[in-house]
């Protein structure tokens, strides 16, 4: 087992490298020049050449690629091109509301679609299984845009069940994250109830299963 994981870890290597490359190239390539975004309209050249000796962009690609390497292992990704705020600040002020939105809608939605899955694949072939399958096709069949406009037009201005702006985060706006969640909960039990129940299916099936 032990040595499963280490080749697991071995073979994930190349594919973080290349990721990082591709991340690097396309922020500092593709994107265009990051010097407009810190610099505004009309730049000197000369502020233009300090701003890219700044951001080591005069540097070649694969020395730009060793250096963010390098903020990645340190966790120091230097400061914001646009407002030149440190990047680790707008991770603290941004991990936690993600966490609160992304950890209960996450949890939620699988064990929804979990249940119904270890449900329908228990009964498959039934009009249960075909119609929960229907539903969840239609499900994943509508653009997300749909259900956060429906779910903030009807349940947040026309119910006024939630409040849809000037929310705090914190144990006291709490309330404010509902709407989010249950909005992440419907656009995800669709697909994952699809996948659950293939997993489920095919290990109903294993000879170990129809052993016991």
Same mark, same amino acid.
């Given at each position: 087992?032990?040595?499963?994981?280490?080749? !697991?870890?071995?073979?994930?290597?190349?594919?973080?490298?290349?990721?990082?490359?591709? $991340?690097? +190239?396309?922020? $500092?390539?593709?994107?265009?020049?990051?010097?407009?975004? !810190?610099?505004? /309209? !009309?730049? $000197?050249?000369?502020?233009?050449?300090?701003?890219?000796?700044? =951001?080591?962009?005069? !540097?070649?690609?694969?020395?730009?690629?060793?250096?963010?390497?390098?903020?990645?292992?340190?966790?120091?990704?230097?400061?914001? +091109?646009?407002?030149?705020?440190?990047?680790?600040?707008?991770?603290?002020?941004?991990?936690?509301? $993600?966490?609160?939105?992304?950890?209960?809608?996450?949890?939620?939605?699988?064990? *929804?679609?979990?249940? =119904?899955?270890?449900?329908?694949?228990?009964?498959?072939?039934?009009?249960?299984? /075909?119609?929960?399958?229907?539903?969840?096709?239609?499900?994943?069949?509508?653009?997300?845009? %749909?259900?956060?406009?429906?779910?903030? +037009?009807?349940?947040?201005?026309?119910?006024?069940?939630?409040? *849809? +702006?000037?929310?705090?985060? &914190?144990?006291? &706006?709490?309330?404010?994250?509902?709407?989010?969640?249950? *909005?992440? %909960? %419907?656009?995800? %039990?669709?697909?994952?109830?699809?996948?659950?129940?293939?997993?489920?299916?095919?290990?109903?099936?294993?000879?170990? *299963?129809?052993?016991?």
């Amino acid at each position: 087992m032990f040595i499963f994981l280490i080749r !697991k870890v071995l073979y994930s290597i190349p594919v973080i490298l290349g990721v990082a490359a591709i $991340t690097l +190239w396309l922020f $500092t390539v593709a994107s265009g020049d990051p010097t407009a975004l !810190k610099l505004g /309209k !009309k730049p $000197t050249p000369a502020e233009v050449q300090a701003a890219r000796q700044e =951001l080591d962009l005069d !540097k070649p690609f694969y020395v730009r690629y060793g250096i963010f390497l390098g903020e990645v292992v340190t966790g120091d990704f230097g400061n914001s +091109w646009t407002d030149n705020t440190p990047v680790r600040t707008i991770f603290k002020r941004g991990i936690g509301p $993600t966490l609160m939105l992304s950890v209960p809608a996450f949890l939620l939605g699988a064990l *929804i679609a979990v249940s =119904l899955a270890l449900m329908v694949a228990f009964y498959r072939g039934s009009f249960l299984d /075909k119609t929960m399958t229907m539903f969840a096709i239609a499900g994943i069949s509508v653009s997300s845009l %749909v259900y956060i406009l429906l779910g903030q +037009w009807l349940f947040a201005d026309q119910w006024k069940l939630f409040p *849809i +702006w000037g929310c705090e985060y &914190g144990m006291g &706006g709490m309330v404010s994250l509902v709407l989010p969640i249950l *909005i992440w %909960v %419907v656009l995800s %039990v669709g697909t994952d109830l699809r996948y659950f129940r293939t997993v489920a299916l095919e290990e109903i099936s294993r000879d170990y *299963i129809r052993t016991a």
